[in-house]
């Protein structure tokens, strides 16, 4: 193996190494995104919860069913929303995964595919 197969194979490494960069970015923003919407629907329920209570205390014993039917079908959907996802994070965050810690990993397999003349340096 010469010099310039050995240069070229360093470049095909960086540039895998750069996509894979690329593609765990990817997946820690839509981690992000994921959890600010999951914060948003959660205080959608807040706000919701505040609303039946207004209501309950407004209301006084009046029947109603449907201003807190409303609000209910509220905290149902945000909590739905909340729960696909946390399914859709944990998906993202499979074991294994960059997203995980395993980032030193990447590092140490670039090291290994430099020759041995080239690592004692």
């Given at each position: 193996m010469d010099f310039k197969d050995t240069l070229d194979n360093l470049k095909d490494r960086a540039a895998d190494l750069a996509q894979a960069g690329v593609a765990q970015s990817k997946r820690l923003a839509e981690i992000a995104k994921l959890k600010m919407s999951n914060m948003a629907e959660e205080d959608a329920i807040k706000k919701a919860y505040m609303e039946i209570g207004r209501l309950y205390y407004a209301e006084q014993g009046a029947a109603p069913d449907g201003a807190y039917a409303a609000a209910c079908e509220k905290i149902t959907?945000?909590?739905?929303?909340?729960?696909?996802n946390k399914e859709?994070?944990?998906?993202l965050k499979q074991p294994g995964d960059p997203v995980d810690g395993d980032e030193a990993g990447v590092e140490e397999e670039?090291?290994?595919a430099l020759p041995e003349d080239e690592t004692q340096e």
């Open positions: 959907a945000a909590r739905a929303a909340i729960e696909t859709r994070i944990a998906e670039a090291v290994q």
